[in-house]
Nanobody
């Protein structure tokens, strides 16, 4: 499984970005049954969970992003998304997508999000 996150960039506080992470070399049934997640790592800090989406459709968000971020997926496109609204300088980090399936735990390369005040 190959993951390629994109959509990061530099925005001012209050702005929005949408991250995308298409999964390649994964069969549809595996994609559908996998847990999807986005993590982030700010400079000097540990990687932390931002949002997760279970195979059943349940979502879970870090408290600091609740109401601002939305995780979703498109099974036909085998792509997971993270819509980020009302961005804050504290959201500045490298964001990573993660797919956890029965066959393994897969990570994409990160995409940098920089939010200026």
């Amino acid at each position: 499984v190959q993951l390629q996150a994109s959509g990061g960039g530099s925005v001012q506080a209050g702005g929005s970005l949408k991250l995308s992470c298409p999964a390649r070399r994964i069969i549809l049934s595996t994609f559908i049954s996998s847990r999807m997640a986005w993590y982030r790592q700010a400079p000097g800090k540990q990687r932390e969970l931002v949002a997760e989406l279970s195979s059943g459709g349940s979502t879970n968000y870090q408290d600091s992003v609740k109401g601002r971020f939305t995780i979703s997926k498109d099974n036909a496109k085998r792509t997971v998304y993270l819509q980020m609204n009302s961005l804050e300088p504290e959201d500045t980090a490298v964001y990573y997508c993660n797919v956890e399936s029965g066959s393994g735990d897969y990570w994409g390369q990160g995409t940098l999000v920089t939010v200026s005040s």
